[in-house]
């Protein structure tokens, strides 16, 4: 595998099914590098040995200190998903208190493709900086899969995290990086 996509995750439902979207994209020809928000690795936690085992690389929930060596290889394209309302809004705010986001919003200026996608129910997306944050991204350069050919919002707790379109998002991933 020569091409690293770092698969990054907050916690929302579709999370629990990470294990097969890495799977997935490993057999896309994929180094997957896994990072995700505090509460998704909370969420993950007896999972964690697992998936590293299964990535082949430390998962990340937290930035290194000052001097210790980057892990992990260089990113060709990077997918938050599934990204929530706080992490949007983060990211396009500019505010990396979460590995994850910091990552992400230096990716923009590293000029690393982008893909993210929300998985944020309908009352959430009544908030009118969530519009903003995505038109935000999308200015940014990044490939937000929201609405129309992405994540369409459901009612709140009418969510069905196995129907999440992760195949949309490693599909995105994949044309952005010219695969």
């Known amino acids: ?46 999972s964690l ?15 290194k200190r000052p001097g210790e060596p980057d892990v992990w290889p260089s990113a060709d394209v990077i997918v938050f998903a599934p990204i929530t309302f706080n992490s949007v809004n983060s990211w396009a705010l500019g505010l990396t208190h979460h590995f994850v986001v910091g990552v992400a919003a230096e990716g923009i200026g590293k000029g690393i493709p982008i893909v993210a996608m929300p998985c944020v129910n309908a009352a959430y997306v009544q908030h009118h900086q969530f519009e903003e944050s995505v038109a935000k991204l999308r200015a940014m350069g990044v490939t937000v899969l929201y609405g129309d050919g992405g994540f369409v ?14 195949h949309r998002a490693l599909d995105a991933a994949a044309a952005l990086a010219g695969a």
């Open 1 to 46: 595998m020569t091409r690293t996509m770092y698969l990054f995750a907050s916690a929302a439902p579709p999370v629990f099914d990470i294990a097969g979207v890495i799977g997935d994209a490993q057999r896309r020809g994929w180094d997957v590098c896994l990072g995700l928000t505090p509460t998704a690795a909370d969420w993950l936690e007896d």
């Open 153 to 166: 919002p459901n009612q709140p707790g009418t969510g069905k995290p196995a129907d999440y379109p992760w």
């Open 49 to 63: 040995e697992g998936l590293a085992a299964l990535t082949g690389h430390s998962v990340r929930s937290r930035y």
